[in-house]
Antibody
């Protein structure tokens, strides 16, 4: 069974750096074709894609947040880590990690499964 | 960047009724890269449809997806009480960024 679980601080202060960890089970980050993304959702608002890391360490970032984000992986721990610098109250959101899957038969791409999410509040 | 616009923002219906949700892209996208998700309060999104029209594993056949180019539709043929939720469309291009729509809330 494939599962992802996010962990990190529930509260950070403005200007601090946020570090979130996504712990994966059921597949290996080192397996060809594996891709994991971070997505966030402010309370009552829509989903926003943040970053992606592939099995071969290729990385992609949201253009609007690129200067603040770093995604990395630790294959020995099967974890993906996201850091976001200079946190602001507008960054208050539930942060999700999800596997980006490509269907070999259709060529489709989609997120499945998702972690349960972790709520991060930015406040002094 | 491709922008996805979902309409309506809120859909007020009763159990047993048909729900039709729209997702319009700012430019044409390959339908294989269009997915739909359901999100209930306090839960993570769940994959419903991928490739615009293919149901994910375990998704009831009352859910169907259609469309091409810039216009895509999610249809719930007969609403069950557990279907009242927020629905998001999402597109993935040949390279990031990918994007989500703003969501449609289906409420009783």
């Amino acid at each position: 069974q494939v599962t992802l679980k996010e962990s990190g601080p529930a509260l950070v202060k403005p200007t601090q750096t946020l570090t979130l960890t996504c712990t994966i089970s059921g597949f290996s980050l080192s397996t060809s074709g594996m891709r994991v993304c971070w997505i966030r959702q402010p309370p009552g608002k829509a989903l926003e894609w943040l970053a992606r890391i592939d099995w071969d360490d290729v990385k992609f970032y949201s253009a609007s947040l690129k200067t603040r984000l770093t995604i990395s992986k630790d294959t020995s721990k099967n974890q993906v880590v996201l850091t976001m610098t200079n946190m602001d109250p507008v960054d208050t959101a539930t942060y999700y990690c999800a596997r980006l899957t490509s269907d070999v038969f259709t060529g489709s791409w989609y997120f499945d499964p998702w972690g349960q999410g972790t709520l991060v509040t930015v406040s002094s | 960047e491709i922008v996805l616009t979902q309409s309506p923002g809120t859909l007020s219906l009763s159990p047993g009724e048909r729900a039709t949700l729209s997702c319009r892209a700012s430019q044409s996208i390959n339908s294989i890269f269009l997915a739909w998700y359901q999100q209930k309060p306090g839960q993570a999104p769940r994959l419903l449809i991928y490739g615009a029209s293919r149901r994910a594993t375990g998704i009831p056949d009352r859910f169907s997806g259609s469309g091409s180019g810039t216009d895509f539709t999610l249809t719930i043929s007969r609403l069950e009480p557990e279907d009242f939720a927020v629905y998001y469309c999402q597109q993935y291009g040949s390279s990031p960024p990918l994007s989500f729509g703003g969501g449609t809330k289906v409420e009783i």
